[in-house]
């Protein structure tokens, strides 16, 4: 697989969007906003179709349908105890699927567009996409690593049920305008599919084998990069489409995560019973 020039150029652009993003899912998990970076995936999608159906800001177009979504989103302040966030969230990725597929109808390869919507085309990217996108991962990266402390400390407070951000919050602001622009060009590769799968599967299988947080964050990295590789080796090897084959690979290890789980679980239970 790695013989060839354009697996090789896959494989780096998913390690690139994929340990970042897996990164980022720490904190969509932590903050129990799993479905948002759904929507904002969504809503940039439906930034490319808009740009399609009119012709023009194919780039440009999506970045700004991203940065307005995340931007309210992270405005969203519901006083209603009998409203839910997720609710919310759920209107907006309803809304945004809908408004991309009527757009992408209209298009010359609608059902083509649509597939690559869900699920990108990692195969087709040139070495020009892997210098911006890892050019602005890498500074992203670098907000996270310089400031870790207040977006942890921050994730913390919605774990902890302590969240007092019913105003505005420059670090909440700024998780989710990195998250947005994240989105935004991963989306455009991968897809929207594959783009949920990255922020979550990871986050949620190294959250079941430790505790610390540096375990866990080691643990995110290696899935996301199993995830990753072996995807694409199964996508190479018995001719899937690579997007899907990501995804199914991350699902496979959270099932095998699962059931490493419940095994400790069903001894650790035995194991004080008898005693």
Not at 34 to 48: E, M, N
Request: aromatic share 14%; with cysteine; net charge positive.
């Amino acid at each position: 697989m790695l013989s060839l020039n354009f697996m090789v150029q896959a494989l780096i652009i998913s390690l690139i969007t994929g340990l970042f993003l897996s990164y980022l899912g720490l904190h969509v998990v932590g903050r129990g906003i799993v479905f948002v970076d759904l929507a904002i995936g969504q809503i940039s999608s439906l930034g490319g179709a808009f740009a399609a159906f009119v012709g023009y800001g194919l780039t440009t177009i999506p970045l700004v349908f991203t940065l307005i979504g995340a931007i309210l989103i992270s405005m969203i302040d519901i006083r209603d105890k009998r409203l839910k966030l997720e609710a919310i969230i759920g209107i907006i990725y309803a809304f945004s699927s809908a408004a991309t597929v009527m757009f992408i109808s209209k298009t010359p390869h609608g059902d083509s567009d649509v597939q690559e919507v869900l699920f990108g085309n990692v195969l087709s990217v040139d070495m020009k996409q892997i210098f911006i996108t890892g050019a602005v991962f890498g500074i992203l990266l670098l907000l996270h690593v310089i400031f870790q402390n207040k977006f942890f400390e921050l994730t913390r407070s919605f774990e902890t049920n302590k969240n007092n951000t019913k105003s505005f919050n420059i670090w909440n602001f700024l998780f989710y305008i990195s998250i947005g622009l994240s989105i935004v060009f991963a989306v455009k590769i991968s897809g929207v599919i594959p783009v949920f799968s990255y922020l979550i599967f990871p986050s949620v299988c190294a959250i079941m084998l430790a505790r610390s947080n540096k375990r866990v964050i080691i643990i995110t990295m290696l899935v996301s990069f199993l995830g990753s590789f072996l995807g694409l080796n199964v996508s190479f090897r018995y001719d899937f489409p690579a997007g899907s084959s990501i995804v199914a690979v991350l699902g496979c290890i959270f099932i095998l995560v699962s059931v490493i789980r419940l095994t400790k679980h069903f001894f650790f239970k035995k194991d004080k019973f008898i005693s």
